[in-house]
């Protein structure tokens, strides 16, 4: 199959590029590497160290044999050069990742939040058009999220998609099929909730074959295809703003910072591997809808866990602590949640879980890059209305004449970039820090972390993302 992945250089991008060039199809990748940038103007940076996108695809080609071309260009802008390649290439299938994915990003102020409803709504819409004026049948498969259900406690499992309702109609009870109601918890969540009822126009006015893949919290990073050549690793964030949860544990755990739960954790979610994420990719573009019907949607979730038992779970694997933290996000403090993800199993995923995955991705990612980790970058900062507070933990928090990188005020120097040795030492130092790092030898293998004074991580010989 002939396959755009447009924003194929980013972080779940990049692994189905890999994945779809494994099994053999023909991929292209379609970025303006927006996500680089944005790393350049948050000042933070992917805990692996990830290479150019030429570099990438040279180490490919060597390590597989396989090629993927690049295309560099705006989805959201560029709508003419766009239609151009569609016309150029003609592909089978386009996989649409090219939009902002961060919810903290996403709020961090009004520039932030337009920029978000621009690109990722310009963008969706600019496919959508491009696909109807190319006259091509072209098969959409587009990475939405759990989150256009929204976060409350819905009371029931929730569908893949579509509810049926019943209604008091003029001719008494009737009975519907509706897109389940949306809730979004952010503006990033909101575009998301938006590019869904344009996928419906389109499918009834034009009959394009679309495919909406409601994904879950992705954790881990690497996939066998990554895992190839350290040229070919995925990016992986851990800062306030594109850092997931669970990701996030993972590197405070290994560099002696407080868990940082916000609120009470009771906060439910979906969550995926990042492996099982290129695996649906494949499975939805393998089986596309017919011509002339709705949207097919999916729940691209395995597993729902609660915050506060992750932390935990992450907790006693690592001896790390848990700290709750003011939550920065307007969000329920607790809510349930059930879901409907029978359509992937049913075409043959084997889930990933956490209690298979989290050991090797705390030793081969979290643990391994440690020594990268910028510790004024991890607080999640942006707040969601004026009232809320960050997620410092307490130890962490500025005082009024703080240096604003959120390092504890006993734990200010000039380096830029703290070693975990520095941070493992000063946190034993601190009476306040009372978050002594105790990577477990058994579990942590060779790159145990020492408790104190000294520790000596594994060399990072890569340069810096790019
Ligand atoms: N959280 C903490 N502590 C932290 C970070 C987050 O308690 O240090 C909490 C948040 O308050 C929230 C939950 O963890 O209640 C999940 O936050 P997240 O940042 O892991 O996930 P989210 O913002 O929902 O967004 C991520 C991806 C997004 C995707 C979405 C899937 O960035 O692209 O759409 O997960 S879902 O959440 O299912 O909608």
Redesign the pocket.
Known sequence: MKILVLGGDGFCGWPASLHLSASGNEVTIVDNFSRRRIDEELGAGSLTPIRSNAERRAAWAEATGRHIELVELDVAADYERLLDLLVTERPDAIVHFAEQ????YSMKSSRHKRYTVNNNVNATDNVLCAIVESGLDIHLVH??????YG?GTAGMKIPEGYLDVAVNGEAGEMHREILYPTSP??I??MT?VLDQDLFAYYAKNDSLRITDL?????WGTSTPETELDERLVNRFDYD?D????????LV?AAVGYP?????T?G?T???IHIQDMTRCIELALANPPERGVRVKIFNQ?TETHR?RDL?AMVARLTGAVVEN?P???N?ADENELHVTAEAFLDLGLHPTTLSQGLLSEINQTAARYRDRVDLAH?P?RSLWTKDRQP?IPAAYRENPSGDGQGRPEHDRDDSHRQSVSGAVSRAAASPGAATMVELRPALIGSTEVETTGHSDPDPVTATDAD
């Open positions: 994915r961060s919810a903290p990475l939405g999220t759990m989150g256009v976060y918890g952010s990033y969540h998301k409601h994904q879950g919290i992705i306030g594109y850092g997931t949860v669970l990701n996030r544990f405070q868990l940082t739960v916000h609120g954790g906060q979610r979906a969550f979730m915050v932390a933290v939550d920065p996000r969000e991890i999640a997620g």
